[in-house]
C-alpha cells in the first residue's frame, strides 16, 4: 500500500466547503471525514512534532524534533524500517531538514531549506549595514528582501507554488517500483497571499501586486490595529483566491493518483493550523488558541473505500498512529497519539482532551485545552485564563468566562492541562534538545511572519 500524506499550510477548516474548494470537498465526502480535527500548536513549528513525530511540540527544547540519535522514532523512521521508499516536499523552513524532518526521508524536497534564494536573502540581511539607507530601504515593506531576491530569481511568488510541489510529487512517484511514502506540505494558503491572477479576480475587482499583499499581511499579522474594514475584507479575498487555486491543484493530483497510481493507496489530508482574519481583532496564526487557529480540516481516503463522517474530538497527533495501523504497522510505545480510523472490530474511545502549546520553552501561561464536550480553558498570557462553553459560545467571546460559575469544569481542565505540561517537563528532563540555534531559528521565524 503506498501512502500520501498532505498538510496544507494554514488551511481552516471552515474554507473547505464545495463552494470554495469543490475537488477537495469532494475528495472528503468519498473518505472518512473528521469534523473536530484539532491542532497541537497555532503554528507549524509546534504543529509538526505531531504531524511528523508522533510527539508534543512541549516535550522537547527548541524547534523542530531531536537529531537521528533519539530512541523516539518519526513516521517515515518507522516506515522505512518497513520497506518503505520515503519523500518529503516542503517549502516550510520550520519543516525542513533544518529542524531534523528529513529523519527517515530517502528524499527531502525542501525548499525552504536549500533554495539559493533563501541563501542570498540571508547574505544581504548579514553583510549589509542595518542602520544604513540601502538595508532600510529593503525593508520597507513585508519582506521587501524577498519580493526583490524572489523577482531577480524569476519566481512568482515568496513560497514555492503547489503546481511545482506537485510536480516534482508526480516526477517522484513515476520512478517509484515499491510501496512509497510521501508527504506534501503545499504553502500557498500562508499569507501573504499571492495567488495567480486569473484566481484574484474570481474575488477582487483586480489583481493585486505582491508588495501591496505582503503589506496587507504584514499589518494583519504585526499591527491589526491597523487595518479597517475594507483591508481586512481584501484579506479574506485574497485568501479564498489561494484556496480556490490550491483546490484545482490538489484536485488535479487527486485524479492523477486515481487513474496513474496503483488504487492501493492511502491518502490522508489535513492542514498544520488554520489562520485569523479580523476575529478577536487578529490576522495571521497567532500564539493564541481561538478556533480559528486550530480548527483544521481531516479526511482520510483508505483502499477499503469506506466514507463516513466522525463527529468525535481527535488531533494531529493522533494521525501518524492511524497511518501505521492502516498499513498494518505497530505504533511505537513512545508516541503519545492513537488510531482514530473507525474499524468493526475495534472501538476507539473518543479524544478527551485535546492539548495545544508552544513550545522551546515551557510556558504554563501559554496553552490551552479542549474538553470532548466542547469546554475549553485558555491561558494566554497577559489576558490570563479564559473557561469557554463553545456550545453556548460559539464566537468564543471572552466577556462570557464562565470560571466563576463552573468551578467543576474549571478545575478538571486546569487538572489536566496541568498534568499534560508536567509529563512535557518530564520528558524535557530528558534532555533530547530539538534545534536551539537562536539565530536561524529567529530568521525562520521572521520569513514566515511570526516576528517583525
Same mark, same amino acid.
Given at each position: 500500500?503506498?501512502?500520501?500524506?498532505?498538510?496544507?499550510?494554514?488551511?481552516?477548516?471552515?474554507?473547505?466547503?464545495?463552494?470554495?474548494?469543490?475537488?477537495?470537498?469532494?475528495?472528503?465526502?468519498?473518505?472518512?471525514?473528521?469534523?473536530?480535527?484539532?491542532?497541537?500548536?497555532?503554528?507549524?513549528?509546534?504543529?509538526?512534532?505531531? &504531524?511528523?513525530?508522533?510527539?508534543?511540540?512541549? #516535550? +522537547? $527544547?527548541? !524547534?523542530?524534533?531531536?537529531?537521528?540519535? *533519539?530512541?523516539?522514532?518519526?513516521?517515515?523512521?518507522?516506515?522505512?524500517?518497513?520497506?518503505?521508499?520515503?519523500?518529503?516536499?516542503?517549502?516550510?523552513?520550520?519543516?525542513?531538514?533544518?529542524?531534523?524532518?528529513?529523519?527517515?526521508?530517502?528524499?527531502?524536497?525542501?525548499?525552504?531549506?536549500?533554495?539559493?534564494?533563501?541563501?542570498?536573502?540571508?547574505?544581504?540581511?548579514?553583510?549589509?549595514?542595518?542602520?544604513?539607507?540601502?538595508?532600510?530601504?529593503?525593508?520597507?515593506?513585508?519582506?521587501?528582501?524577498?519580493?526583490?531576491?524572489?523577482?531577480?530569481?524569476?519566481?512568482?511568488?515568496?513560497?514555492?507554488?503547489?503546481?511545482?510541489?506537485?510536480?516534482? &510529487?508526480?516526477?517522484?512517484?513515476?520512478?517509484? #517500483? +515499491? $510501496?512509497? !511514502?510521501?508527504?506534501?506540505?503545499?504553502? *500557498?494558503?500562508?499569507?501573504?497571499?499571492?495567488?495567480?491572477?486569473?484566481?484574484?479576480?474570481?474575488?477582487?475587482?483586480?489583481?493585486?501586486?505582491?508588495?501591496?499583499?505582503?503589506?496587507?499581511?504584514?499589518?494583519?499579522?504585526?499591527?491589526?490595529?491597523?487595518?479597517?474594514?475594507?483591508?481586512?475584507?481584501?484579506?479574506?479575498?485574497?485568501?479564498?483566491?489561494?484556496?480556490?487555486?490550491?483546490?484545482?491543484?490538489?484536485?488535479?493530483?487527486?485524479?492523477?493518483?486515481?487513474?496513474?497510481?496503483?488504487?492501493?493507496?492511502?491518502?490522508?489530508?489535513?492542514?498544520?493550523?488554520?489562520?485569523?482574519?479580523?476575529?478577536?481583532?487578529?490576522?495571521?496564526?497567532?500564539?493564541?488558541?481561538?478556533?480559528?487557529?486550530?480548527?483544521?480540516?481531516?479526511?482520510?481516503?483508505?483502499?477499503?473505500?469506506?466514507?463516513?463522517?466522525?463527529?468525535?474530538?481527535?488531533?494531529?497527533?493522533?494521525?501518524?498512529?492511524?497511518?501505521?495501523?492502516?498499513?498494518?504497522?505497530?505504533?511505537?510505545?513512545?508516541?503519545?497519539?492513537?488510531?482514530?480510523?473507525?474499524?468493526?472490530?475495534?472501538?476507539?474511545?473518543?479524544?478527551?482532551?485535546?492539548?495545544?502549546?508552544?513550545?522551546?520553552?515551557?510556558?504554563?501561561?501559554?496553552?490551552?485545552?479542549?474538553?470532548?464536550?466542547?469546554?475549553?480553558?485558555?491561558?494566554?498570557?497577559?489576558?490570563?485564563?479564559?473557561?469557554?462553553?463553545?456550545?453556548?459560545?460559539?464566537?468564543?467571546?471572552?466577556?462570557?468566562?464562565?470560571?466563576?460559575?463552573?468551578?467543576?469544569?474549571?478545575?478538571?481542565?486546569?487538572?489536566?492541562?496541568?498534568?499534560?505540561?508536567?509529563?512535557?517537563?518530564?520528558?524535557?528532563?530528558?534532555?533530547?534538545?530539538?534545534?536551539?540555534?537562536?539565530?536561524?531559528?529567529?530568521?525562520?521565524?521572521?520569513?514566515?511572519?511570526?516576528?517583525?
Amino acid at each position: 500500500m503506498n501512502i500520501l500524506y498532505i498538510t496544507v499550510d494554514a488551511l481552516r477548516a471552515d474554507h473547505v466547503t464545495p463552494s470554495l474548494m469543490p475537488a477537495t470537498s469532494e475528495f472528503i465526502n468519498q473518505g472518512v471525514e473528521y469534523v473536530r480535527c484539532y491542532a497541537n500548536g497555532p503554528g507549524t513549528p509546534w504543529s509538526f512534532p505531531a &504531524l511528523l513525530g508522533g510527539r508534543y511540540s512541549a #516535550s +522537547t $527544547e527548541g !524547534f523542530g524534533i531531536p537529531c537521528a540519535n *533519539d530512541p523516539r522514532p518519526t513516521l517515515a523512521e518507522v516506515l522505512q524500517k518497513k520497506g518503505y521508499v520515503t519523500a518529503g516536499f516542503t517549502d516550510n523552513r520550520f519543516a525542513s531538514s533544518e529542524y531534523n524532518y528529513d529523519r527517515g526521508m530517502d528524499s527531502m524536497f525542501d525548499a525552504g531549506a536549500t533554495s539559493s534564494d533563501k541563501q542570498l536573502k540571508q547574505i544581504v540581511r548579514e553583510r549589509l549595514d542595518h542602520d544604513g539607507i540601502l538595508y532600510q530601504s529593503l525593508l520597507k515593506g513585508y519582506h521587501l528582501t524577498d519580493d526583490i531576491i524572489v523577482n531577480l530569481r524569476g519566481r512568482e511568488t515568496r513560497f514555492v507554488r503547489a503546481e511545482s510541489l506537485i510536480s516534482q &510529487l508526480k516526477q517522484w512517484i513515476q520512478d517509484q #517500483s +515499491t $510501496e512509497w !511514502f510521501a508527504w506534501l506540505h503545499p504553502m *500557498d494558503t500562508h499569507a501573504p497571499y499571492e495567488a495567480p491572477d486569473t484566481y484574484q479576480v474570481q474575488y477582487l475587482d483586480e489583481p493585486i501586486s505582491r508588495r501591496h499583499s505582503q503589506k496587507i499581511a504584514q499589518k494583519a499579522v504585526h499591527h491589526p490595529e491597523d487595518l479597517n474594514e475594507s483591508e481586512w475584507k481584501m484579506q479574506q479575498r485574497l485568501y479564498k483566491s489561494e484556496c480556490a487555486y490550491l483546490d484545482d491543484k490538489l484536485g488535479d493530483l487527486f485524479t492523477y493518483i486515481c487513474q496513474k497510481v496503483d488504487d492501493n493507496t492511502l491518502i490522508i489530508f489535513t492542514a498544520d493550523h488554520g489562520e485569523m482574519h479580523g476575529e478577536h481583532g487578529l490576522g495571521g496564526h497567532p500564539q493564541r488558541f481561538w478556533e480559528e487557529v486550530i480548527h483544521v480540516p481531516c479526511a482520510i481516503s483508505a483502499p477499503d473505500n469506506k466514507d463516513a463522517k466522525i463527529t468525535d474530538q481527535i488531533s494531529l497527533v493522533d494521525l501518524p498512529p492511524t497511518i501505521l495501523a492502516l498499513a498494518g504497522i505497530d505504533t511505537p510505545t513512545e508516541w503519545v497519539g492513537k488510531n482514530i480510523y473507525p474499524s468493526a472490530n475495534v472501538v476507539n474511545p473518543e479524544r478527551e482532551f485535546v492539548f495545544i502549546d508552544v513550545g522551546a520553552e515551557l510556558n504554563r501561561n501559554l496553552v490551552a485545552v479542549r474538553r470532548a464536550d466542547n469546554w475549553k480553558l485558555l491561558r494566554h498570557h497577559e489576558d490570563g485564563e479564559l473557561l469557554l462553553d463553545l456550545d453556548s459560545n460559539p464566537i468564543e467571546d471572552p466577556s462570557k468566562d464562565k470560571q466563576e460559575n463552573e468551578s467543576d469544569v474549571y478545575q478538571s481542565l486546569t487538572n489536566a492541562v496541568d498534568a499534560h505540561l508536567d509529563a512535557m517537563d518530564k520528558d524535557r528532563n530528558k534532555k533530547r534538545e530539538a534545534v536551539e540555534d537562536e539565530e536561524m531559528i529567529e530568521e525562520h521565524l521572521k520569513e514566515l511572519g511570526y516576528l517583525e
